[in-house]
C-alpha cells in the first residue's frame, strides 16, 4: 500500500467530517439543540485486510468525542453508530463496484456474512431497519442523555 492509498481516506474522512459537522454545529447552537450522528465501522479497534479504514474510523471516534465536550454546552449533541457487514446493505456486485478484483461468487459471499455473525455476540449482523431504528432513536429526545460515544449496532465485542 503506498503511502498516498493510505493517507488518503484519513485526509478525506477528517475533511468531509469536519466541514459537514462544522456547518451543522453552527445552525444547531444557534437554535440550541440538535444532534450529529455519526456512523463508522468501528473498525479502529483492528480490522486486518482494511487499509486506512481503522485509521480513519479511529479518527472519527475521537473527532466525535471531541465535538460532543465543544458543542454539549450549547444544547447540542455529538454521537455515533458502530455497524458493518450490515447483511441487506451488501452484496456480491457492490462489492465487485469498489473492487473488481478478487471476484466474489454468492457462495462465497454468504460464508463471509455467516462467518461475520457467528463472531458477534449476539450470533446475527444487524439489518438496515435496524440501524435505521437506533439511528432514529439516537437522534430523538429518548436518547437526550447520550453524546460523545459510539453504539455498537454491529453486535460485536468492541470495546466502550
Given at each position: 500500500?503506498?503511502?498516498?492509498d ?5 485526509t478525506?474522512?477528517a ?21 450529529i ?5 468501528g ?6 485486510l482494511?487499509?486506512?479504514t ?16 465543544e ?11 458502530w455497524?458493518s ?32 455473525s457467528s ?6 449482523s ?19 442523555a ?7 449496532v454491529?453486535?460485536g465485542?468492541?470495546?466502550?
Open positions: 500500500m503506498s503511502t498516498a493510505f493517507v488518503g481516506p484519513i478525506t474522512g475533511t468531509t467530517n469536519f466541514i459537514t459537522a462544522r456547518a451543522a454545529a453552527r445552525h444547531m447552537i444557534r437554535q440550541g439543540s440538535g444532534v450522528l455519526a456512523i463508522n465501522s473498525s479502529a479497534f483492528g480490522s486486518p482494511m487499509g486506512a481503522g485509521p480513519a474510523d479511529a479518527l472519527l471516534d475521537t473527532f466525535i468525542r471531541n465535538l460532543a465536550v458543542i454539549g454546552p450549547h444544547g447540542v449533541r455529538a454521537l455515533g453508530i455497524t457487514g450490515v447483511e441487506d446493505a451488501v452484496s456480491p456486485a457492490k462489492l465487485t463496484a469498489v473492487n473488481p478484483a478478487p471476484q466474489v461468487d454468492e457462495a462465497t459471499f454468504r460464508g463471509v456474512l455467516d462467518h461475520l463472531v458477534r455476540a449476539l450470533r446475527r444487524p439489518r438496515v431497519a435496524q440501524v435505521a431504528a437506533t439511528a432514529a432513536f439516537l437522534a430523538s429526545d429518548h436518547a437526550a447520550i453524546t460523545g460515544t459510539f453504539v455498537n454491529t453486535s465485542t468492541f470495546p466502550s
